[in-house]
């Protein structure tokens, strides 16, 4: 995955699991629109998501939203950005793959969430810390 954008993370853990799940996410993007312009554009659609993430990171510093609803907003949000961006191509291409990738992309997504929600039992705080923080 190239570059995109700086994204703020709770501790180290989260750290890996997020840049492991954006990975995985875009090699199944690329699979799927292999050799398309189209999936610049959903790069694009990421780094926005991200921007949104860090925000939303800022707002739960600030005591606005809670940690935990700011933890989970990538994926939400991705899971939503994934279900357009397929309904887009399926407007040009009517292949079957279109199906299996998105499945696929789906399933990246739920195991990230599960990954997520299981970090939180085993690492809930910062490393040396007794809070949650943002690094």
């Not at 990738?101 to 969430?113: F, R, S, T």
């Not at 039992?121 to 923080?133: A, F, L, M, R």
Request: hydrophobic share 40%; with cysteine.
């Amino acid at each position: 995955m190239k570059e995109i954008a700086d994204i703020y993370c709770l501790n180290k853990r989260h750290t890996e699991i997020v840049f492991s799940f954006l990975c995985d996410l875009q090699s199944v993007i690329d699979k799927s629109v292999s050799h398309d312009k189209r999936c610049e554009k959903f790069d694009s659609v990421i780094e926005q998501i991200i921007v949104v993430h860090n925000g939303i990171g800022i707002l739960s510093l600030d005591g606005e939203i809670t940690k935990d609803e700011w933890y989970l907003s990538l994926p939400n949000n991705l899971y939503w950005a994934t279900l357009g961006f397929f309904a887009s191509l399926d407007d040009y291409d009517e292949s079957p793959l279109l199906d299996i990738y998105k499945e696929e992309a789906l399933d990246v997504i739920e195991k990230y969430i599960r990954k997520l929600k299981n970090s939180l039992i085993i690492q809930s705080i910062t490393d040396g810390e007794n809070i949650k923080n943002l690094n």
